[in-house]
């Protein structure tokens, strides 16, 4: 027997957000793997792309400052997505990079880890 696990869906993570469109943003989030809604994402300084938060970088991506909203699949180019970047509750268990750092990094852009 086959046993199929469903993935996460899309803001499947959020708890509350703000009003209307607040919470959301369009972003660009640079090539590389696909990546799923909860993902935890930095901003690398030099090219003003998302890029799945790395503690150990030195290049911006070391502040988690971003929630990936929807899944991206894997590309050779930049890719437009949509994020949660302020004003929202999000469950701790359904985040993909979480660690104390990146909670208190969410914290700053009043992202509040449950």
Do not use: W
């Amino acid at each position: 027997m086959t046993i199929k696990k469903e993935p996460i869906h899309a803001g499947e993570f959020l708890l509350s957000e703000g009003a209307g469109n607040i919470s959301r943003e369009s972003i660009n989030v640079a090539a590389g793997p696909a990546l799923y809604p909860g993902q935890l994402l930095g901003l690398i300084t030099a090219t003003s792309e998302f890029a799945p938060y790395a503690p150990a970088a030195e290049d911006g991506s070391e502040t988690a400052v971003a929630i990936l909203f929807g899944p991206l699949g894997e590309s050779d180019v930049v890719r437009r997505g949509r994020a949660v970047v302020r004003l929202a509750e999000v469950s701790e268990a359904h985040l993909t990079g979480l660690d104390a750092d990146a909670e208190k990094d969410l914290a700053a852009h009043f992202l509040i880890v449950r």
